[in-house]
């Protein structure tokens, strides 16, 4: 049982990536899923969530608008695409069913 994330990395300010994170041992499809981030000193932080049938998403509001999440339960597989990264938007990365967390991808954007 887990959650396993990908897609972090260094990107200049402006920039795009997008994370991946992959579930095993778990009925994906009844789960929904969540991205949360950290910043060194912070406390974590609620990203986007998304319903278990993928048919709403939340953001918070220090990404809306840039950052969007989606699913594919074929893959068990939820996504994160952030796109106009900000140097606020450093952190790790962590998906969540909101009782199971993976380990983090960690997420550096330069000035």
């Known amino acids: 049982v887990q959650l396993v994330e990908s897609g972090g990395g260094l990107v200049q300010a402006g920039g795009s990536l997008k994370l991946s994170c992959v579930a095993s041992g778990i009925n994906f499809r009844n789960n929904a899923m969540a991205w949360y981030r950290q910043a060194p000193g912070n406390q974590r932080e609620l990203v986007a969530t998304?319903?278990?049938?993928?048919?709403?998403?939340t953001y918070g509001d220090s990404v809306k608008g840039r950052f969007f999440i989606s699913r594919n339960s074929a893959w068990n597989t939820v996504y994160l695409q952030m796109n106009s990264l900000k140097p606020e938007d450093t952190a790790v990365y962590y998906c969540?069913?909101?009782?199971?967390w993976g380990q983090g991808t960690q997420v550096t954007v330069s000035s």
């Open positions: 998304m319903t278990s049938g993928g048919s709403r998403a």
């Open positions: 969540s069913t909101g009782i199971l």
